[in-house]
């Protein structure tokens, strides 16, 4: 899962008593050994940032009820465009709105969206209380977003797509990790469940972290920053960046390699999208 929520669960709300259990995603086996009674809370986010690797909402919506614990899935990626976890079974949905969502890199915020009693009252009553309010230029920004999301959305899955293949038959590469390819170990599932695959992908280069700094440095269209959904597509090294603040080992756990480059694909002519990552490959 994304750094940053790693963070929060380990240092922030360990601070409050709460203990967070880490699992391989896709292993509903382990997801239910480590289901203490204590536990309250199962979280996903899927696909997962940044090696694509999916969760199954509705199996594991089933597992949290079966144990009387609620299910929170992070649809950052899919938007309820491609993804609808609530029909799904899941008990609360949330989305960084500063990606996709605004879809062109000028606003932070969030969503929380779920039932009346939980979100209306408990969460929103919380957010009313400790003050990380959203101002109203953020929130019309968000609106108007919304109006070109499912086009976007579409546009993006079509471009990643024919990007991802491209890749996967490209000799510098070693592996891509994108949700429509069939050698996507749950290509299965992401058809399930996931209307398309989505804008994100990653792949790895031999070399480790000079090698993916080389073909980083070397792009000239693709603009460099952490961020992602944006129209404009964006590069990210996710081992000194988004997963910057794991240690090594929990890097290495959760299989971010430090020759992994993640792109977030965006809107321009995908000819040319696959010129410039080809501009980078080619320095190796
Ligand atoms: C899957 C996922 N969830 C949440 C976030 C956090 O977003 P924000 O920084 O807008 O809170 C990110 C950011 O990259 C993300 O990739």
């Known amino acids: 899962i994304f750094g940053s929520t790693v963070i929060l669960f380990d240092k922030y709300l360990g601070r409050?008593?709460?203990?967070?259990?880490?699992?391989?995603l896709s292993d509903l086996e382990a997801w239910e050994r480590a289901i203490?009674?204590?536990?309250?809370?199962?979280?996903?986010?899927?696909?997962?940032?940044?090696?694509m690797e999916l969760g199954d909402i509705r199996a594991l919506?089933?597992?949290?009820?079966?144990?009387?614990?609620l299910l929170v899935v992070d649809n950052c990626f899919c938007t309820?465009?491609?993804q609808r976890p609530l029909e799904l079974g899941a008990d609360i949905v949330i989305h960084s709105a500063t990606k996709y969502i605004d879809g062109q890199g000028r606003c932070m915020g969030g969503a929380v969206v779920g039932d009346e009693k939980r979100v209306g009252e408990e969460v929103f009553g919380v957010l009313r209380t400790a003050g990380p309010s959203m101002s109203p230029f953020n929130a019309?920004?968000?609106?108007?977003?919304?109006?070109?999301?499912?086009?976007?959305?579409?546009?993006?899955?079509?471009?990643?797509?024919?990007l991802a293949n491209w890749l996967e038959n490209h000799p510098k590469v070693e592996r891509?990790?994108?949700?429509?390819?069939?050698?996507?170990?749950?290509?299965?599932?992401?058809?399930?469940?996931?209307?398309?695959?989505?804008?994100?992908?990653?792949?790895?280069?031999?070399?480790?972290?000079?090698?993916?700094w080389k073909v980083i440095d070397a792009m000239r269209m693709i603009s460099?920053?952490?961020?992602?959904?944006?129209?404009?597509?964006?590069?990210?090294?996710?081992?000194?960046?988004?997963?910057?603040?794991?240690?090594?080992?929990?890097?290495?756990?959760?299989?971010?390699s430090d020759g992994l480059i993640r792109i977030s694909v965006g809107l321009e002519d995908v000819a040319d999208i696959q010129a410039d990552i080809g501009r980078g490959l080619d320095v190796l």
């Open 224 to 256: 460099i920053t952490a961020n992602l959904g944006d129209v404009k597509s964006t590069v990210t090294h996710p081992a000194t960046t988004t997963h910057g603040r794991l240690t090594p080992e929990q890097r290495a756990e959760a299989g971010i």
């Open 80 to 82: 309820p465009i491609l």
């Open 140 to 162: 019309w920004v968000f609106l108007h977003g919304l109006e070109t999301l499912a086009l976007r959305m579409k546009a993006h899955s079509h471009n990643a797509d024919l």
């Open 61 to 69: 919506a089933d597992l949290a009820h079966a144990h009387d614990c």
């Open 176 to 212: 891509v990790h994108y949700p429509g390819l069939p050698s996507h170990p749950q290509a299965d599932l992401a058809a399930r469940q996931m209307d398309l695959p989505g804008g994100m992908l990653a792949f790895e280069v031999e070399g480790g972290r000079e090698a993916a």
């Open 36 to 51: 203490r009674p204590q536990t309250r809370l199962l979280f996903v986010e899927t696909p997962s940032n940044p090696l």
């Open 16 to 24: 409050f008593g709460i203990e967070t259990s880490y699992v391989p």
